[in-house]
């Protein structure tokens, strides 16, 4: 599977921001991160403070996603997709409920992104959100910034580059999300972040 090693930063452009970074930093050092403050981060506007993390790997989740369903099609296992569990009950083997009939294993692995056996009343705890990414086409002989960026203040800000099969890269710009259903235009939120994109990165689309 492709990678890269990127420097990860965490950027504030604000003193309430540098704030923020100031926990970070020693809840990060307390989790054995060897985290360093910083203000220098090749990104192309001045920060209040920032905080790196050397040598992180950067990819395409797509290819994880590629990378773990061949490993599993290779073990012998299959992949169905378009199916909804309902539920899983115990016994030996666990019986595996959906709408198109019961699948029977010794083993389940539950990997939603909510639970969906655990009665915790999930639905009304956790809080949808949405949020937005371009690829946007730097001009010629501009390189993107060299690391991956997020910022510590709202609306998020995410930056990082992505390699081209021909040799160049692309600048993958993220944030400025939203609760779902609460916005009344996505595009408006879309708008802001090529906004913000054009005019600190001066990026083409």
């Given at each position: 599977m492709p990678f890269q090693y990127r420097d990860a930063y965490t950027f504030a452009t604000t003193p309430t921001g540098a704030e923020h970074l100031v926990?970070?930093?020693?809840?990060s050092r307390a989790c054995g991160l060897n985290v360093k403050s910083t203000r220098e981060t090749g990104l192309p506007f001045d920060v209040d403070a920032a905080l790196r993390l050397a040598k992180q790997a950067q990819f395409n989740p797509m290819d994880v996603l590629d990378a773990l369903a061949a490993d599993i099609r290779a073990a012998?296992?299959?992949?169905?997709?378009g199916i909804r569990v309902m539920n899983v009950r115990n016994g030996d083997p666990l019986t595996?409920?959906?709408?198109k009939g019961e699948v029977r294993a010794r083993y389940a692995v539950l990997a939603t992104g909510t639970p969906i056996l655990n009665r915790g009343l999930y639905f009304a705890k956790l809080r949808p959100n949405r949020s937005y990414a371009a690829a946007l086409r730097l001009p010629e002989g501009t390189s993107p910034p060299?690391?991956?960026?997020?910022s510590a203040e709202s609306p998020t800000r995410s930056l990082r580059d992505y390699p081209m099969p021909d040799g160049g890269?692309?600048?993958?710009?993220?944030?400025?999300?939203?609760?779902?259903?609460?916005?009344?235009?996505?595009?408006v939120h879309v708008n802001e972040l090529l906004g913000w994109a054009n005019s600190t990165i001066r990026a083409p689309r």
């Amino acid at each position: 599977m492709p990678f890269q090693y990127r420097d990860a930063y965490t950027f504030a452009t604000t003193p309430t921001g540098a704030e923020h970074l100031v926990a970070e930093a020693n809840a990060s050092r307390a989790c054995g991160l060897n985290v360093k403050s910083t203000r220098e981060t090749g990104l192309p506007f001045d920060v209040d403070a920032a905080l790196r993390l050397a040598k992180q790997a950067q990819f395409n989740p797509m290819d994880v996603l590629d990378a773990l369903a061949a490993d599993i099609r290779a073990a012998g296992g299959s992949i169905v997709e378009g199916i909804r569990v309902m539920n899983v009950r115990n016994g030996d083997p666990l019986t595996v409920v959906t709408r198109k009939g019961e699948v029977r294993a010794r083993y389940a692995v539950l990997a939603t992104g909510t639970p969906i056996l655990n009665r915790g009343l999930y639905f009304a705890k956790l809080r949808p959100n949405r949020s937005y990414a371009a690829a946007l086409r730097l001009p010629e002989g501009t390189s993107p910034p060299p690391g991956m960026y997020l910022s510590a203040e709202s609306p998020t800000r995410s930056l990082r580059d992505y390699p081209m099969p021909d040799g160049g890269a692309l600048l993958l710009v993220g944030g400025f999300g939203h609760a779902g259903g609460r916005a009344p235009s996505t595009q408006v939120h879309v708008n802001e972040l090529l906004g913000w994109a054009n005019s600190t990165i001066r990026a083409p689309r």
